[in-house]
């Protein structure tokens, strides 16, 4: 089974706030992500409101076909958003205002209280929680133990590596994660800084079964359109 991809329209919404006009809308690119293939549509509702605004969440509540996750800090104020609209997954993220993109992954283990306690909140409402981490072993632990549904894991170190020998062992930390998450009973996703050069080997490891990718697919859009870019994503992650 090949891993299905959710398509992050985050960075529609960037060109739409650059002049704080009403286009292009995010929840159209998320359409047309779902009409060419894509599995789920993923939006980072950030405290600073940089792109997605609280207007795309509840429109796409209301239209998104698929799957709807809902990237978010692990704050009150975003747990009463997640209550509000009932996105179908929440992924919690670390969140800091200077960064210019989400830098790392959660430190489950260092805030376990306190994510333990909006994970079950997110739970009783009946929303998957899935916990953002590097991929490293003391983390997914962390994640189980706090009983998170799933993890997602922080692709960034093996997209940036720039030898060899750095990507390699980069990989296998994300295969011997992804392996101990879905055995201790976790789905296990993956997701930032991955693009059409470097998916493949990530799409070949068999215990992801969901894949986030944004910044990618909305830059080739600009050139070859949102629906090609998406499609020929979709068909990396079926053939990897
Ligand atoms: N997954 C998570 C948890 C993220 O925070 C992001 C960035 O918002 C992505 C996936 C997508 O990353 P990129 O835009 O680099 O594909």
Same mark, same amino acid.
């Given at each position: 089974?090949?891993?299905?991809?959710?398509?992050?329209?985050?960075?529609?919404? @960037?060109?739409?706030?650059?002049?704080?006009?009403?286009?292009?809308?995010?929840? @159209?690119?998320? =359409?047309?992500?779902?009409?060419?293939?894509?599995?789920?549509?993923?939006?980072?509702? /950030?405290?600073?409101?940089?792109?997605?605004?609280?207007?795309?969440?509840?429109?796409?509540?209301?239209?998104?076909?698929?799957?709807?996750?809902?990237?978010?800090? =692990?704050?009150?104020?975003?747990?009463?958003?997640?209550?509000?609209?009932?996105?179908?997954?929440? @992924?919690?993220? *670390?969140?800091?205002?200077?960064?210019?993109?989400?830098?790392?992954?959660?430190?489950?283990?260092?805030?376990?209280?306190?994510?333990?306690?909006?994970?079950?909140?997110? %739970?009783?409402?009946?929303?998957?929680?899935?916990?953002?981490?590097? *991929?490293?072993?003391?983390?997914?632990?962390?994640?189980?133990?706090?009983?998170?549904?799933?993890?997602?894991?922080? @692709?960034?170190?093996?997209?940036?590596? /720039?030898?060899? %020998?750095?990507?390699?062992?980069?990989?296998?930390?994300?295969?011997?994660?992804? %392996?101990?998450?879905?055995?201790?009973?976790?789905?296990?996703?993956?997701?930032?800084?991955?693009?059409?050069?470097?998916?493949?080997?990530?799409?070949?490891?068999?215990?992801?079964?969901?894949?986030?990718?944004?910044? =990618?697919?909305?830059?080739?859009?600009?050139?070859?359109?949102?629906?090609? =870019?998406?499609?020929?994503?979709?068909?990396?992650?079926?053939?990897?």
């Amino acid at each position: 089974m090949s891993a299905r991809l959710g398509v992050n329209v985050d960075h529609v919404a @960037t060109l739409r706030q650059a002049r704080k006009l009403n286009y292009p809308d995010p929840v @159209t690119a998320a =359409a047309m992500a779902e009409l060419a293939g894509a599995a789920q549509v993923t939006i980072h509702l /950030r405290e600073d409101r940089r792109h997605i605004q609280e207007r795309d969440l509840k429109v796409l509540r209301e239209t998104c076909q698929t799957l709807l996750n809902l990237e978010m800090a =692990a704050t009150q104020e975003m747990v009463k958003m997640a209550y509000e609209h009932k996105p179908d997954v929440v @992924t919690l993220v *670390p969140e800091r205002r200077e960064e210019l993109t989400t830098e790392g992954g959660l430190d489950v283990n260092g805030q376990k209280d306190a994510l333990s306690r909006v994970v079950k909140n997110l %739970k009783d409402g009946d929303i998957t929680v899935s916990m953002f981490v590097d *991929p490293d072993i003391d983390q997914i632990k962390a994640s189980h133990r706090i009983s998170a549904d799933r993890v997602e894991l922080h @692709t960034g170190r093996y997209c940036e590596a /720039r030898t060899e %020998k750095d990507r390699s062992r980069e990989y296998s930390r994300l295969i011997d994660a992804a %392996k101990a998450s879905t055995k201790l009973g976790m789905g296990c996703a993956a997701g930032h800084g991955l693009n059409y050069e470097n998916v493949r080997p990530v799409a070949r490891i068999a215990e992801i079964d969901e894949l986030n990718i944004g910044h =990618a697919i909305v830059a080739r859009a600009v050139f070859v359109g949102f629906d090609r =870019a998406v499609r020929e994503m979709v068909e990396l992650l079926r053939n990897p």
